[in-house]
């Protein structure tokens, strides 16, 4: 009952929003919406997770593996690499379902620290792979070694990395891909639409970033420090994420406006990774 008339509340609240914008000139409401976005506290953190979430995102290099992964397969010596990017995408849809099921029992803060680390690891175990593949530009060098260790490697490391690169995706999918996508529920009705503009325009920035450096990445540096970066930026945004990142799974918009309001409502919002596990268990 008391959700129903939680929810009859932000709909009266959003019909008198409506209401007070149609007697405004287009200029005045724009500059009232920014305004509101950066001169509150509480939307500015939100405004920050939305744009931490979708900049992380792109930045762990998901979709480097997106756009160039038949590129990177046939450096591998995979006869059919586009039949074999194929499994990645694959895996992505499949993880991406799974976590439509899972993410309102699991939580959004939840799912996160818990998929995030299985990316790292997957990233971390491609990268070590790698550094014993020798490259088709290795093979033209004058190793003497390296004629030998082609066949060994030709038969079992490219196979471990698409095993590393579909568990990466599998974690991507089931957090990453998803949960950055519910930023609407952060904001506030009457600037919801302005602050989710913001934080998919941080999403599509990183994107033409990943775009632009990945293959120059993976001529310079190696696939192996390449995918060590992205682990990198893996780590850094779970440690972001597990600071400022509230729980929001259960709330209404009003509840999650005055958990943002005088903080980032970790503790308030579902605490830590291990007392929000323990909370569902019957633990206090």
């Known amino acids: 009952m008391k959700a129903i008339e939680r929810e009859v509340r932000e709909e009266e609240e959003a019909k008198r929003e409506r209401a007070r914008r149609s007697t405004k000139k287009d200029g005045d409401w724009f500059s009232d919406s920014w305004s ?65 099921l899972l993410i309102d029992r699991l939580g959004r803060r939840r799912i996160l620290l818990l998929s995030i680390p299985v990316m790292i690891f997957a990233l971390i175990c491609c990268a070590a792979t790698f550094h014993y593949i020798i490259l088709p530009s290795d093979t033209n060098s004058h190793n003497p070694s390296a004629e030998a260790q082609v066949p060994i490697a030709s038969r079992t490391s490219p196979l471990l990395v698409v095993g590393s690169i ?24 009457n600037i919801r639409s302005l602050g989710s503009s913001l934080a998919t325009a941080v999403n599509w920035g990183s994107n033409t970033v990943v775009g632009l450096t990945f293959l120059q990445m993976l001529d310079g540096l190696g696939p192996s420090w390449t995918f060590l970066i992205y682990a990198f930026v893996c780590l850094m945004g779970w440690f972001a994420i597990w600071l400022v990142y509230p729980e929001t799974r259960g709330l209404t918009l009003e509840e999650t406006g ?27």
């Open 36 to 100: 509101e976005l950066f001169g509150v506290a509480g939307n500015v953190r939100a405004l920050a997770i939305a744009c931490l979430l979708q900049g992380l995102q792109q930045l762990c290099g998901f979709n480097s593996l997106m756009y160039f992964s038949a590129t990177l397969f046939s450096l591998l010596g995979f006869a059919t690499p586009t039949l074999t990017s194929l499994s990645v995408a694959a895996t992505n849809a499949i993880f991406t379902i799974i976590s439509l």
């Open 258 to 284: 005055e958990l943002l309001k005088d903080g980032w409502g970790v503790q308030r919002g579902g605490g830590r990774l291990g007392r929000g596990l323990g909370a569902e268990n019957g633990e206090v």
């Open 166 to 189: 579909i568990i990466y995706v599998a974690g991507y999918a089931t957090g990453l891909g998803n949960v950055p996508w519910q930023q609407s529920e952060l904001f506030p009705l």
